[in-house]
């Protein structure tokens, strides 16, 4: 193995102090976002510095730090193989068989773990920036850029096309798409920095080129608009990330494409009339998958909503709208012994840890005890399948009024 390959006991040993952050906040735009970003930078300021300080050591990784012979890309292609698919002992060495919720721990997931490395601590560092002005927070944080998206020898591939790959059956899917979620904070942090001058406008464009490869990639590739089209938690990631990258690539067309699909399929197709969301329930992990839904769905909600256009207050044909999947969802998070449902198959017990959806609704939703109890909750998972299923980690860098959209 690689030297530098991030194993996953040193990724829990090293990352978990980042991981606090999983909280996603108010609208951006609104009035109360001086509050907000009071509160979380008081809330928040002791973990992000902390952590920050600890990153300044760290040296960049990327996919090219190792590379698995399964992979059908070459070196500097991201590879990932589907979560829950196993060797079928009825034909060993044939196609892999799914066994849906039970994660197969032979996968190869040091792509995934440097990526995942990646997204704890760029936000990290641009959050420590944005508390102190401290320049070496913002140069380390452009150091780690420059390795994953602009030196060529070390740079990704602007694509996913052998993400969770199924050994036999196929070399990558549009369902890897939802891999590169671990970048929408990344990308946040690049927005805020370029904003408030912690980077220059000739740095950003740097990084910007290639997500703007990336973006139109996830719009007109096979794979990403498979995974566009798909109607649970997959289908909303990728509005999320599109909403994200778009804004920092300047493609309006795609960012109004994302309000359009969120206003005309997603709340539609995925939130039941009581707030829940039955594409998740029917999950072999319907907890962890409604909170992870519910979070990406605020974040779509913090990202893409202005002064005119609100889309907390968006509501479906059947009268619900993020706010009440929030609203369903709270008691099971405020006391998850109430939890009606199947228990997960896998780390049940260790959830529901910091949700971001919890701080994101009860600030634009004037909730407060949503907030309070998001204060009370887990902020340093340990788990790494809980972290990872934590893309907004850094509350301070999305109700920062530096990125009010005021259209």
């Not at 979620?181 to 920095?193: G, I, M, P, Y």
């Not at 950003?204 to 007109?220: G, I, L, Q």
């Not at 887990?378 to 934590?390: F, G, K």
Request: charged share 25%; proline share 6%; hydrophobic share 40%.
């Amino acid at each position: 193995m690689n030297e530098t390959a991030v194993t996953r006991r040193r990724f829990v040993a090293t990352m978990a102090a980042a991981a606090a952050g999983t909280v996603a906040l108010p609208r951006a735009w609104a009035a109360t976002g001086d509050d907000a970003y009071a509160l979380v930078a008081k809330v928040d300021r002791v973990r992000i510095l902390s952590a920050a300080q600890g990153f300044l050591a760290e040296k960049p990784q990327t996919v090219t730090s190792a590379h698995s012979e399964r992979s059908a890309g070459g070196l500097h292609d991201y590879f990932s193989e589907g979560d829950y698919w196993w060797p079928d002992p009825k034909n060993p060495g044939g196609p892999y068989i799914r066994r849906d919720g039970f994660s197969n721990p032979d996968n190869f997931v040091k792509h995934r773990d440097v990526l995942i490395r990646l997204s704890l601590l760029a936000p990290t560092l641009a959050a420590a920036w944005r508390l102190t002005k401290d320049k070496r927070y913002s140069a380390c944080f452009m150091k780690h850029l420059r390795a994953w998206f602009v030196d060529p020898a070390t740079k990704m591939n602007p694509n996913l096309e052998y993400a969770q790959a199924i050994s036999g059956v196929t070399p990558g899917r549009g369902i890897g798409v939802i891999d590169t979620l671990q970048l929408v904070e990344v990308v946040r942090a690049l927005r805020l920095l370029e904003v408030e001058r912690g980077i220059s406008e000739a740095e950003a464009d740097e990084v910007r080129e290639w997500f703007a490869s990336y973006v139109n990639w996830m719009a007109t590739s096979k794979n990403g608009t498979d995974e566009e089209k798909a109607k649970n938690n997959h289908g909303t990631c990728w509005v999320l990330q599109v909403a994200e990258f778009s804004q920092f690539t300047r493609r309006e067309d795609l960012r109004k494409l994302c309000v359009e699909r969120f206003k005309t399929l997603i709340v539609p197709d995925q939130i039941a009339k009581d707030g829940s969301l039955p594409l998740e329930l029917e999950r072999t992990k319907p907890y962890s998958y409604s909170l992870f839904d519910a979070d990406v769905l605020s974040g779509i909600c913090q990202s893409l909503s202005t002064q005119v256009d609100d889309l907390w207050g968006f509501k479906g044909p059947n009268g619900m709208g993020v706010g009440d999947v929030v609203a369903f969802l709270f008691p099971y998070i405020a006391d998850k012994s109430k939890w009606p449902f199947a228990k997960d198959v896998e780390y049940f017990d260790a959830m529901p840890s910091r949700r971001p959806s919890l701080l994101f609704a009860g600030e634009a939703l004037k909730r407060p005890e949503y907030v309070a109890v998001w204060k009370k909750q887990d902020a340093n998972p340990t788990v790494p399948e809980l972290i990872r299923n934590l893309p907004i980690r850094q509350p301070l860098l999305w109700v920062d009024p530096a990125l009010a959209n005021r259209q």
